[in-house]
């Protein structure tokens, strides 16, 4: 394939006279006609440019055309074919022509790190017009742009390109590293997908393939379903350098080319599936077998196409120590078996079985020997779970029952009247903020979170908030900022404290050297501090939905000021997080079940001991009276004379 010329290259490709049209009219240059190649470029070694051009002449410029040189190997016919195979599964959409070549004079981009979203097409926003593509954009860029710490950089994404259920999206390589971290944030409804690309493979339109690009296409495909194995699910891709028809297309003339080969196969099975889980389905198993392949690097887009394989036979390759396979490491997340025989790291790694362990959470078998099971991971995952901090009931230390009083008062009053609470008990000085922990542990089987969206604006989560501006920013203070807050904080319900106590955790303590409001007091005046930690049903009106959240809630409270309440909430902070029951810290709990085996056994021990009687004769005067020990002993004395000489021990 010859180079692309100018921008007026294209134009004279698009002339179907073969002249370049102009509106000034006057005297231009006779042209001959103009050529174009297969994929509708300008062919600038077409005989009107050079008509004396030998058979043995090769451009320099050309889009990675083999020079010819280097000994024996494919055809030239074949390395042209998988030229054109390479141009056409990654070079084939406007997409892949950004990621693969420079800015030249043909006006590519170069430096664009390409990222792959998944989720678009199942969000709420499809239905609208260009079907969210612009709302998504918008949203990767405005929380990209968010997240870092310090001053704020503004996100760029530089090119986007929608191709089936994937929009890829083109940025700077800084600026794709932000990017990368809105993997699983929730956009309109839908957990998204944001991992790097594949590069030059990502599938061009079939709408705009050529019929050669189909049938190249088609002997790729081909190729793959001779090596999948329906029965067992398994796709063998081992041994690919010396696969006939892969020779035969000059696939694996050089490193890079099988480099790209591999990825255009990944490719080339993600458009084979509609859904991530048909594709999970169908395969469960791939052999990589006598690849040569000494770090994964060389394929690791496996680990992106199937994230959730279940079997890897990696045997037969070049991997020598754990580094050549660093680049997996936390993918595979179900991956069960591992095949690594006849790999150098069998001899130069020992604890490398080991390390596999760790790395793959769900790994059980490696080279066909199991190494734990099911039950053991399962329960090495309950392990690693956060535990909760035991809690020994309320520690509630009142003053003249100042802080039961506001308990009581303070949530009726919020969910039923927050204006008239505001007035009572808040002032100017008086301080609120909120904050969502939206990855508390919560009970796995409850029913999904309610959205957050009426409160994620709000949020002062210190782990989440870092500029210095945005937290000022979310600290409310006064009345009337409190107030206007409040009024857009969904509709509230609190279980009723008197009869619903256990549904609360409190704590209440003396809080001495408070500020004096009034100014009077340098050594300040005593206060409460109130911790509650709850439950309350929620009903969003905006959304109609209504559902659980659990909460804390920590005021501070100080002596009110000459003419108002007793009492004022000099600090208020509310954290709110998904529902999950508190433990009734109100009941004592029941004693932990005794074993009787081990009971009946030291009862025997020691009726042993104190009489000098053998265990077999200590438990047939136990279990005569029901294993009651102050019966037995009574019982041992009545008859003591009469047991025979076996029932003691000998002395020693």
């Known amino acids: ?28 240059k006779r042209r001959g006609p103009t050529r174009v190649d297969t994929d509708g470029d300008l062919d600038m070694d077409g005989p009107s440019k050079r008509p004396n051009r030998g058979p043995a002449t090769e ?7 083999p020079s010819g040189r280097g000994g024996p190997g494919p055809s030239r016919g074949a390395a042209k074919v998988a030229q054109i195979v390479m141009k056409q599964l990654g070079g084939g959409s406007d997409l892949a022509s950004r990621v693969s070549r420079p800015r030249g004079r043909g006006g590519q981009i170069e430096g664009l790190t390409w990222l792959r979203v998944r989720g678009l097409k199942q969000s709420k926003a499809a239905s609208n017009s260009d079907g969210g593509l612009s709302d998504l954009l918008s949203f990767l860029e405005r929380k990209a742009s968010s997240l870092g710490t310090g001053r704020k950089r503004h996100i760029t994404i530089r090119k986007s390109h929608r191709a089936g259920e994937f929009v890829f999206v083109g940025a700077n390589k800084e ?27 990502e599938p ?26 329906g029965e067992n699910k398994l796709l063998k891709l081992d041994a690919l350098a010396s696969d006939p028809e892969l020779v035969t297309l000059g696939m694996f003339e050089n490193r890079e080319r099988a480099l790209k080969t591999f990825k255009g196969l990944m490719a080339i099975c993600d458009g084979l599936f509609k859904t991530a889980q048909e594709k999970k389905d169908a395969i469960h198993s791939i052999s990589l077998a006598n690849n040569s392949i000494d770090n994964v690097i060389q394929v690791e887009s496996v680990a992106v196409s199937f994230p959730q394989l279940k079997n890897l036979d990696m045997s037969g390759n070049q991997v020598s120590n754990m580094d050549g396979l660093q680049r997996w490491k936390g993918k595979f997340k179900e991956l069960e078996t591992i095949y690594m025989t006849g790999n150098p790291i069998e001899g130069t790694d020992v604890n490398y079985k080991t390390t596999l362990l760790e ?46 009083q506001f308990l009581l008062d303070f949530f009726t009053a919020y969910d039923t009247n927050r204006e008239g609470l505001i007035a009572r008990l808040y002032d100017a000085g008086s301080q609120f903020s ?33 500029s210095h501006h945005a937290r000022s920013q979310r600290l409310f203070k006064g009345q009337a900022v409190i107030h206007d807050l409040w009024k857009e904080l969904p509709v509230t319900k609190h279980p009723n404290m008197k009869e619903e106590l256990s549904k609360y955790i409190m704590d209440c303590h003396p809080l001495p050297g408070l500020a004096d409001p009034t100014g009077q007091s340098q050594l300040g005046v005593d206060g409460l501090i109130l911790a509650v930690h709850g439950e309350f049903e929620e009903y969003d009106q905006k959304s109609g939905t ?4 659990s909460f804390s809630r920590t005021f501070v409270l100080g002596p009110g000021l000459s003419g108002t309440a007793p009492i004022r909430v000099v600090s208020d902070m509310l954290s709110l997080r998904a529902y999950s029951p508190l433990p009734n810290v109100f009941v004592a709990p029941s004693p ?11 009862m025997i021990a020691e009726l042993s001991k104190q009489t000098g009687m053998v265990p077999q004769y200590s438990e047939m005067c136990l279990s005569q009276v029901e294993w009651d020990f102050g019966r037995a002993l009574v019982i041992f004395n009545e008859k003591k004379a009469q047991l025979p000489p076996e029932a003691f021990a000998p002395a020693v």
Request: net charge positive; hydrophobic share 35%; no cysteine.
């Open 204 to 229: 061009s339109s079939k709408a705009t393939e050529s019929p050669e690009t189909a049938e190249l296409r088609a002997k790729l495909q081909s190729i793959l379903s001779q090596r999948y194995i």
């Open 434 to 466: 909120l904050a969502v922990d939206a990855v508390s542990v919560r009970d796995p089987n409850a029913p999904a979170p309610l959205p957050w969206a009426a409160y994620i604006k709000s949020s002062r989560n210190l782990m989440k908030i870092n």
């Open 175 to 201: 600026d794709a590293e932000e990017l990368l971290k809105l993997n699983t944030f929730t956009f309109a409804g839908v957990q998204l997908e944001v991992v790097e690309s594949n590069g030059d493979f």
């Open 59 to 65: 451009t320099s410029g050309g889009r990675g055309r």
């Open 1 to 28: 394939m010859a180079p692309r010329g100018k921008a007026q290259s294209t134009r004279e490709a698009r002339n179907p006279l073969g002249a370049k049209s102009s509106s000034r009219g006057g005297i231009q």
């Open 592 to 602: 932990a079940p005794v074993d009787a085996a081990n009971q009946h056994q030291a």
């Open 359 to 404: 790395w793959f959470p769900k790994l059980q078998n490696i080279n066909g020997v199991e190494l734990r099971t099911a039950q053991q991971i399962a329960e090495e995952e309950a392990a690693r779970l956060p535990k909760p901090i035991p809690q020994s009931g309320p520690d509630f230390r009142d003053v003249n029952g100042i802080g039961e």
């Open 546 to 549: 209504t559902g659980k959240r």
